[in-house]
């Protein structure tokens, strides 16, 4: 059905900046079709919705990270990426990107798509003070 990529991820100081990846093949994927977002979990929280994004480039962010995070993407390589600046320790966390909404239209806030489970490996990001 396809597969979901994710990499950028590193340790940088608060204040600093990192892009993230996402590779998505196979159609079940598609950025025609479908919404796509990221989201983030850390060990004592439960996974957020952060960015997503859809085939008009219309985004949406979570409140924490407006003003700070970019999410953008190519439709025609079917990649997904999020630039994040001005870092906060408390923006460490696992990062995912996945199905944001049940079809090609985002909303808000940014959740996954309700029948999504199959997750990929992520990429941490660590800020630290």
């Known amino acids: 059905q396809g597969q979901l990529v994710e990499s950028g991820g590193g340790s940088v100081q608060a204040g600093g900046s990192l892009t993230l990846s996402c590779t998505a093949s196979?159609?079940?994927?598609?950025?025609?079709?479908?919404?796509m977002g990221w989201f983030r979990q850390t060990p004592v929280m439960e996974r957020e919705g952060v960015a997503s994004i859809n085939r008009n480039y219309d985004t949406y962010y979570a409140d924490s990270v407006k003003g700070r995070f970019t999410i953008s993407s190519d439709n025609a390589k079917n990649t997904l990426s999020l630039r994040m600046d001005s870092l906060k320790p408390e923006d460490t966390g696992m990062y995912y990107c996945a199905p944001a909404g049940p079809n090609a239209y985002c909303y808000y806030p940014v959740a996954a798509r309700a029948d999504f489970g199959d997750w990929g490996q992520g990429t941490q990001v660590t800020v630290s003070s």
């Open positions: 196979g159609t079940a994927y598609s950025l025609i079709s479908q919404c």
